[in-house]
């Protein structure tokens, strides 16, 4: 009886880790997607030298760098 249960602890332990880093990731991607919108659309507003534009090649490797730093984060 005693290693049936530890053997569903630990498959239960296992499910919740593998899912925790699923969500993290899908989290992650999300809110960077969110973050560089908002820069995006203040940038809209701005004119003269302070406006900056990103390319959509510029857009993705900053959405995957932040949703990286994001996910480190809440490893920690």
């Known amino acids: 009886m005693i290693l049936i249960e ?10 919740v880790e593998d899912n925790s880093v699923q969500w993290w990731s899908k ?3 999300h809110v960077a997607e969110l973050q560089l919108l908002r820069a995006d659309a203040e940038n809209r507003k ?5 406006f900056y ?10 959405k995957d760098e ?3 730093d994001f996910v480190a984060l809440a490893d920690e």
Do not use: M, P, S, Y
Request: net charge positive.
């Open 6 to 15: 530890q053997a569903w602890r630990n498959r239960t332990k296992r499910l």
């Open 27 to 29: 989290w992650a991607k």
């Open 46 to 50: 701005k004119d003269g030298n302070e």
């Open 53 to 62: 534009t990103l390319t959509k090649e510029d857009f993705t490797a900053v």
């Open 66 to 68: 932040l949703a990286d």
